[in-house]
Nanobody, 120 residues
């Protein structure tokens, strides 16, 4: 089970840190991804981190602004979001899969989502 948190309303240029807490003892076996879904749009890849944390990938529009990290001892993954823009407004979901990927349909487990709203 995945539980995402940390969303909120911030002004453009601000920062938020999303967290995703996982239950169970196999967290370190899964690559963890963050996806987002804006109103009326498809769910899209944001970032992914490998099981060990040694490999990360980002969607182009968030490179240099967002950082994904994980703490396997605490079964958590984070998404630090800086220099936020209005177009980052979306519901953000964390997801787990045993492969390092960026296709939402390939992920086996999903959190409930946390809403991020960036005002201009």
């Amino acid at each position: 089970q995945l539980q995402a948190s940390g969303g909120g309303l911030v002004q453009a240029g601000g920062s938020l840190r999303l967290s995703c807490a996982a239950s169970g003892r196999t967290f370190s076996s899964y690559a963890m991804g963050w996806f987002r879904q804006a109103p009326g749009k498809e769910r899209k890849f944001v970032a992914v981190i490998s099981q060990s944390g040694g490999t990360t990938y980002y969607e182009d529009s968030v490179k240099g602004r967002f950082t994904i990290s994980r703490d396997n001892a605490k079964n958590t993954v984070h998404l630090q979001m800086n220099s936020l823009k209005p177009e980052d407004t979306a519901v953000y979901y964390c997801a787990a899969d045993n492969r390092l990927g960026y296709v939402a349909d390939e992920y086996d487990y999903w959190g409930q989502g946390t809403e991020v709203t960036i005002s201009s």
